[in-house]
């Protein structure tokens, strides 16, 4: 018992993190099954293997969170905590899916992808991460409402100047938000685009100002990383 | 009178931020059925349905103005404050438009939208920010004057090499400055585009240098916002 | 004499600064005229204002350059110096072309661009930038450089997976260069694309690594920028 | 040959630098014939031409390879060291495959282009570039799988969003993963783009949590590059 609590919750012991690796590793088989899965004119016989390995995961997974929860100190605490809530998250639509029509059952295991959290959960990397994010929350979080209120009044901008040239693409605020999305981030898919000159010019003073906000928070997060580092090793 | 100037002005009483919350909800309300009033082919309920919001919101507005106006304490600098007239231009389309034509009524609405910037009013987070632009204002002007000459001298400069080539696309240098914000911006519709080779290598040097330019300002905008920080916790 | 030396050469002095900010509206203006001259259709009234505009800008320009020559001290420095070059050849192609056929005459007219870098020239801001280049200048040539070998790189691997698919798009090594450079700045105008796995597979490991190298030099100049800042008020 | 060895190994003297100097452009030579080899329809002469300069550059490279042999002193070493096999692997090729039929030959010659790190080898600029990358190490690691991670995820949203829309497209999650990294790299090539509103809307969502990922990477290396300057200097 002591030796098996040690093996699945301890990671600075050798078993322990074969254990984990070994999980990790079972974690990534599981997704790219799962990404086979949705080719379309698969063999039967692929078919079959896939069921197979995917069989051999869930039990897999299924015997993890049994013994996560018969080793865990407070049980019910375990079982409502974010990663036995996604554990169980991860392994329920198997079975209870398991007799019904396949439609469902597909839609249902979008859920097993949460697994890849799982995969967060045993690195230590994540932490840094996670205490860079706290240090420039507050402005990642004014950022993005500064973000949504540009890409806003981007839309109902282009919106005044294209809806009458381009009725069918600039439609509504709503199609002309997705023009904005495209353009601020820079993605620039090229399904709609302005072809007014005032259009034009209004998209140039509208990447003028959004460059200047929209790249800003990788700017943030980079900065903060390094802080976060320094707090880590001071010397 | 005491009590209505709490609820209004003030900020850090419970009263104070019930009354800024439900406002800025109002606005996002507000905002919402603007953009739906722009969706094609609504049913006449709907259509009813968000003249009715419409009418409401501005009703509630228009109160808060006047409440505004009687409290403050010099009525005349209020009302020629940059919010206080953005709160009338807010309210003042709906009334002035009331009985004309649909057409020039959508036109004015647009104005509408500055009740967006009330969200910031209300914001704390926005002063930072406005520090932050303040720390580095010299170098995002002069970015900003450098971005204008590097457009201008790519649009020329593939003017003449893309002219001949493509006489339609880029029939002038007012048409080839389209092609150079859509490229140095790297949002790349791909409507325009460079076709002779003399052309692609000069976009290469272009966007080589260009890069180093335009999205110099963001990273600008981050590091003078963790000065910012910096400043209001200095250890 | 003196006082004309004064109002060219001087920049802190009423008279001096209103020179130059008149000398830099004619700079823009001479832009504005020369492009819209690259106009298809203009009416023959417009197209004679305009070169009424450009004479005008033009000899104004000569009486600068050469109330230039006669104030400076040195007259030969003056004229064999970068901005004495640059002021000659920006007025040179009128008065040699004017004679000549229109064609070479558009041609030649391109030098006159150059005049922009006099806005350059009045501008104390340029300076901070150029203290900022020479801070990062190390690390600005080594990243052209591992850029250029990366285009590269790209370039020959996804010709070897393209080249088949696509015959007529990725053609040779060069024409896949245009590929790697509108893929790695991100541009992606969505003329060259791979189509093939491979080819795909390829296009995201140079990405992943494309963009950690490309886009590091506008951040070596942002912070090369806050650190000439720190220079100029070390407090 | 003491001189030999200065004239090759060594790089602060002139004899050595001049060396180094002419290897490098010979490189670049090789190379440019390469990608010139790569164009359909060359004509006999500049074919036998481009034979010719290749015969002559494999030929230095095979002398210069078998005097750092001779001239090492310890001649196993520096045959199974990264530049000893990838000096070898650039020559190789040549003389494997004189005989045999072209397009074989034309895979092969693929691995000549690892001269190209010959290049790095002779500058010692890399050498910055190193001591950031190993700075910085931990997190980019830790941002490549974050990317990854999110790559994925982007992919398998997307392909439930617009699969039955797009089928041939969205065709798998393979298929939907080429979207994501077009996407979150924000090249935006415009061969797939989402058309269903749920599909637009996970798009906006996926940039505004990818773009503050996928650009860290940059910032971090960009950071870690004033450290390692600031290591060198440290004043």
New interface residues.
């Given amino acids: 018992m002591k030796t098996l609590k040690q093996i699945i919750e301890q990671r600075d012991t050798v078993r322990g993190r074969t254990f984990d690796l070994a999980i990790q590793a079972l974690i990534v088989v599981s997704?790219i099954t799962?990404?086979i899965e949705?080719?379309?004119d698969l063999s039967p016989t692929l078919r079959n293997l896939l069921h197979a390995i995917e069989l051999i995961t869930v039990v897999i997974f299924t015997v993890e969170y049994i013994l996560r929860v018969i080793i865990a100190d407070n049980k019910i605490r375990f079982i409502t905590s974010f990663f036995g809530v996604i554990d169980l998250v991860a392994i329920l639509p198997f079975y209870v899916t398991a007799g019904i029509d396949l439609r469902a059952f597909r839609?249902f295991r979008?859920l097993r992808?949460f697994r890849?959290f799982k995969?967060?959960r045993y690195?230590v990397?994540?932490r840094?991460?996670h205490r860079a994010f706290l240090i420039a929350r507050?402005?990642?979080?004014?950022f993005?409402?500064?973000?949504v209120?540009l890409l806003?009044?981007a839309a109902?901008g282009i919106?005044?100047f294209e809806?009458q040239a381009q009725p069918e693409r600039f439609?509504?605020?709503?199609h002309s938000?997705?023009w904005a999305?495209?353009?601020l981030?820079?993605?620039?898919?090229?399904?709609v685009?302005p072809i007014t000159?005032g259009g034009?010019i209004f998209?140039?003073f509208v990447?003028?100002i959004g460059?200047?906000?929209?790249?800003?928070?990788?700017?943030?997060?980079?900065?903060a990383?390094?802080k976060a580092?320094e707090f880590e090793n001071p010397c």
């Fill in positions: 997704l799962f990404s949705t080719l379309p839609a979008l992808l890849i995969l967060a690195s990397a994540v840094r991460f507050e402005e990642i979080v004014l993005f409402c500064v973000t209120i806003f009044l109902v919106y005044y809806n439609r509504s605020v709503f938000l997705w999305v495209a353009t981030t820079t993605v620039g898919y090229g399904d685009y000159a034009r998209t140039f990447l003028l460059l200047g906000i929209v790249s800003v928070p990788a700017g943030l997060v980079s900065s990383l390094s580092r």
